[in-house]
């Protein structure tokens, strides 16, 4: 499959690249991409909810009452659950919520949700490029030549650019990615796969 090459202005470049048929026209498979993105949102989650138990509130060291001739129910401290400003029962502690995926099926996955996007003609090669300094405005304005901007925009950068990440950090409608750091979730989650010419290499990890 062979697509155009676009300039930062939103011409055509005029060439085109050939996109690897082992990673953008594999036969998808749903629930690779399922488990994947299942297993990426567990894994974000810190687990740290945390509530007091009886043997951690304070008080309650004292027995409140005497055991009998009251005519009211027993009482042995006032740390227990039932009491206003006693432990929780059964309540939530910390735990992780990971949940594992083979390597295997996390490359397949991938390349699945790369392959959707392909096959959708979702997917734009650009040039590669780079910003001297932190510019949301910069990044907009290629994102707005290229007629993207009403869309949600993953753009994978051929390496990590600090500058590129901190131009797209405050566009609610675009991410900026390495291509040795983007996960299934950032490419289901965006309409469009906005990918630097030369990232393309960086995708052979997959096949291996």
């Known amino acids: ?22 990673i953008f026209a594999v036969e998808p498979n749903d629930h690779a991409i399922y488990m994947d993105i299942r297993s990426i949102r567990a894994n974000e989650h810190m687990g740290l909810h945390k509530v007091k138990s009886r043997r951690e509130v304070n008080g309650g060291g004292k027995k409140p009452w005497r055991q009998k001739g009251r005519g009211t129910a027993r009482a042995g401290t006032t740390r227990s659950g039932v009491w206003v400003g006693g432990g929780s029962i059964f309540g939530p502690v910390p735990h992780d919520y990971v949940i594992g995926i083979n390597k295997k099926m996390k490359r397949l996955a991938q390349k699945s949700a790369l392959s959707y996007k392909a096959a959708e003609s979702s997917l734009v090669v650009i040039e590669d490029f780079s910003v001297d300094k932190p510019s949301t405005k910069s990044l907009a304005s290629i994102i707005n030549n290229l007629a993207l901007s009403a869309k949600k925009v993953l753009l994978v950068t051929t390496g990590s650019d600090k500058n ?28 469009v796969l906005l990918i630097q010419e030369n990232a393309l290499a960086g995708l052979e990890r997959l096949t291996k």
Do not use: C, H, I, W
């Open 1 to 22: 499959m062979e697509v155009k090459v676009f300039k930062t202005n939103g011409q055509e470049a005029g060439r085109k690249v050939t996109l690897s048929e082992e």
């Open 164 to 191: 590129l990440y901190l131009s797209g950090r405050n566009l609610s409608k675009a991410s900026v990615k390495p291509v040795t750091d983007f996960s299934t979730y950032d490419v289901v989650n965006a309409d």
